[in-house]
T-cell receptor, first 113, second 116 residues
Framework: GENVEQHPSTLSVQEGDSAVIKCTYS??????FPWYKQELGKRPQLIID?????GEKKDQRIAVTLNKTAKHFSLHITETQPEDSAVYFC????????????FGRGTSLIVHP | GAVVSQHPSRVICKSGTSVKIECRSL??????MFWYRQFPKQSLMLMAT?????????EQGVEKDKFLINHASLTLSTLTVTSAHPEDSSFYIC????????????FGPGTRLTVL
């Protein structure tokens, strides 16, 4: 089955700095890679996703890059703000896996004012 | 985006009782819904895949007789924790995607279960 590794587990940055979270996956058949943001006690919210037919996707301060050859994808947050503080999860899924997402362990992002 | 609701948001029960959690897709139909369990500061652990009109598919190590899943309609799946014990205390979250075999999942707000 799919295995998703996520690093770092904790990331502390100053407001205005950039933050990068990296994930690797094992199944070359995976073709969908979403990123979720989860605030304490709340539901995971989809913030951006990328499919295997593109290498990069951007939405305002958030971007995701995908390297299919190396089987890794990354979340980039620029100009971080305190409200970006949360746990971020990456995931990977494939049609062969019935689209069931395999989640990374999560990254706790702390943005200091 | 699609909206998924979950009820109740929080429940406290005595050991030995059963608790039912509902997951609803409000503005779309979901052939498949997923049930997760999340411990503090940990990732989402998939418990089972709920299939409309058929039996749920449980992940290895998840007791099907303990966690009963019913997906009677395209907008509702229920998870019943039977004979709950303190170790069942956790955050339970469901997710659903529009249509069949969809990869984009939308999560419910979660249910915090505390078993005394």
């Amino acid at each position: 089955g799919e295995n998703v590794e996520q690093h770092p587990s904790t990331l502390s940055v100053q407001e205005g700095d950039s933050a990068v979270i990296k994930c690797t996956y094992s199944d070359s058949a995976s073709n969908y890679f979403p990123w979720y943001k989860q605030e304490l006690g709340k539901r995971p919210q989809l913030i951006i996703d990328i499919r295997s037919n593109v290498g990069e996707k951007k939405d305002q301060r958030i971007a995701v890059t995908l390297n299919k050859t190396a089987k890794h994808f990354s979340l980039h947050i620029t100009e971080t703000q305190p409200e970006d503080s949360a746990v971020y999860f990456c995931a990977a899924s494939s049609p062969g896996g019935s689209y069931i997402p395999t989640f990374g362990r999560g990254t706790s992002l702390i943005v200091h004012p | 985006g699609a909206v998924v609701s979950q009820h109740p948001s929080r429940v406290i029960c005595k050991s030995g009782t059963s608790v039912k959690i509902e997951c609803r897709s409000l503005d779309f139909q979901a052939t498949t819904m997923f049930w997760y369990r999340q411990f503090p500061k940990q990732s989402l652990m998939l418990m089972a895949t709920s299939n409309e009109g058929s039996k749920a598919t449980y992940e290895q190590g998840v007791e099907k007789d303990k966690f009963l899943i019913n997906h009677a309609s395209l907008t509702l799946s229920t998870l019943t924790v039977t004979s709950a014990h303190p170790e069942d205390s956790s955050f339970y979250i469901c997710s659903a995607g529009e249509g069949a075999n969809t990869d984009t999942q939308y999560f419910g707000p979660g249910t915090r279960l505390t078993v005394l």
